[in-house]
């Protein structure tokens, strides 16, 4: 089987600035990569390039054996691409359930189809089964993180894109996200590719690591690798 998503040489940018210069990346199935590096790496234009947000200027998306470098977002999703963005556009004034089967719906599923993947996210998140006639609006930041990222899953990706999902939330939820995530991996077979900051935390679910640095991949490997580099250490964890 091929990799679930191989990116080559891509570069993208706004405007007439460069971002990406020349991203190359190779997703294992069934795996958690995760996207290091500091503020303005480019590593959220790199989610939006990947999804087709942010137009490619040169460069290959193939996801599972498909072109889809030049693929709309919508299309994507189709496909089985899913990006839960940096911050969280809920609905707050709809329930946590409303926001949960617009997601579906979003995505054209069928009212059974949807039961199931409710039962899977419900089971995944506990807290938002306990929540699912509140208000969005209602939920702390960390359950409105949940939220987005079970919306997300309402329209049954297997390639699920997260721009860091622990921002600004309590290190116990990001924690519980984090564990949400593996459980997506392990039983449900969903390929995850999150940008993160909180870099000890993420190394820990990791199973693959790339380190951006002003829009290109400089490093990647397993954690174990990557932590055994020594500058690596002192810049992102500071030791
Ligand atoms: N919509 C945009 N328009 C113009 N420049 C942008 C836009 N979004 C991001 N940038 C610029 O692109 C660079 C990379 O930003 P970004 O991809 O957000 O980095 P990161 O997510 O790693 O912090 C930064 O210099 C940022 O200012
Ligand atoms: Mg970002």
């Known amino acids: 089987m091929p990799r679930i998503l191989v990116v080559r040489d891509l570069e993208s940018g706004y405007g007439e600035m460069r971002v990406l210069w020349g991203v190359s990346m190779e997703v ?3 795996s958690i990569s995760v996207v290091l590096g500091p503020n303005g790496a480019g590593k959220t234009t790199l989610m939006k ?11 290959r998306v193939i996801f599972d054996g498909r072109d889809v470098t030049y693929a709309p977002p919508h299309v994507k999703v189709r496909l ?7 911050g969280r556009r809920l609905f ?20 059974e189809k949807v039961r199931d993947m409710l039962d899977v996210v419900y ?15 209602t939920l702390s930041g960390g ?24 921002q600004g939330i309590a290190p116990k939820l990001a924690m519980d996200i984090f564990m949400a995530l593996k459980e997506l991996r392990d039983s449900h077979g969903v390929t995850v590719l999150l940008v993160e900051q909180n870099v000890a935390a993420a190394l820990k679910v990791a199973d693959y690591v790339y380190v ?14 990557v932590l055994r580099d020594e500058s690596f250490r002192r810049a992102y964890l500071g030791f």
């Open 80 to 86: 089985g691409m899913t990006l839960v963005p940096e």
């Open 49 to 59: 390039t990947l999804m087709g947000i942010v137009r490619p200027w040169r460069g």
């Open 123 to 137: 089971s995944l998140f506990p807290v938002l089964r306990e929540r699912r006639r509140q208000k969005a609006g």
């Open 28 to 30: 294992e199935r069934g």
């Open 143 to 166: 359950q409105q993180q949940m939220l987005a990222i079970a919306r997300a899953l309402m329209a049954r990706p297997r390639l699920l894109l997260l721009d860091e999902p622990s």
């Open 92 to 111: 707050p004034d709809l329930t946590v359930e409303e926001n949960l089967v617009l997601g579906a719906y979003v995505h054209g599923c069928r009212l």
């Open 212 to 225: 951006m640095e002003m829009g290109r991949v400089v490093k990647s490997g397993e954690p174990g690798q």
